[in-house]
């Protein structure tokens, strides 16, 4: 179907890259008309660069770096 990719309700960990920078945050859907909120390790929320964005998600268990 043409649903979203990402269900609402969900959230994970995962690597913020920009810059040539690498961070671990944490991120959250609240529901489906809310956007994905990323956060630091403290659990403040990040502003993502202005220009075009990648969002790569992978299930569990995937390995990364």
Do not use: A, H
Request: aromatic share 14%; glycine share 16%.
């Amino acid at each position: 179907g043409n649903g979203p990719l990402v269900k609402y309700g969900w959230s994970g960990t995962g690597y913020y890259l920009s810059y040539g920078t690498k961070r671990t945050v944490t991120w959250i859907k609240k529901s489906y008309d809310d956007p994905i909120v990323v956060m630091n390790e403290n659990g403040k929320e990040i502003q993502i660069n202005e220009g075009n964005s990648y969002i790569g998600i992978l299930g569990n268990g995937s390995t990364v770096f």
